[in-house]
């Protein structure tokens, strides 16, 4: 029996598109949200939890909290759940 379409696995280029696209999505939406210095870490080959990291510098606690907010929603739109999330 052949696998069907919705169950092949992705290649690893395709997972590492996939992911550049994800980690630069958001750090677009961090950016249009007045979010500073706005940088995406490539951590291939450096953590076994993520190929990439995004990191960027909130002017308050509430700005930091919308902004993740925002984010998490993005995140499940786009086909993500979060790995944690903290208050």
């Not at 210095?37 to 960027?56: C, H, K, W």
């Amino acid at each position: 029996m052949a696998k069907s379409e919705t169950t092949r696995t992705r290649s690893p280029k395709a997972a590492v598109d996939d992911a550049r696209e994800f980690a630069a999505a958001a750090a677009q939406l961090a950016a249009d949200l007045k979010i500073i210095d706005v940088q995406i870490l490539d951590l291939r080959g450096l953590s076994s939890l993520a190929d990439y990291f995004v990191v960027g510098t909130g002017r308050s606690d509430r700005q930091m909290h919308s902004v993740l907010d925002k984010l998490e929603e993005q995140a499940i739109a786009m086909g993500r759940k979060p790995f944690k999330v903290s208050d």
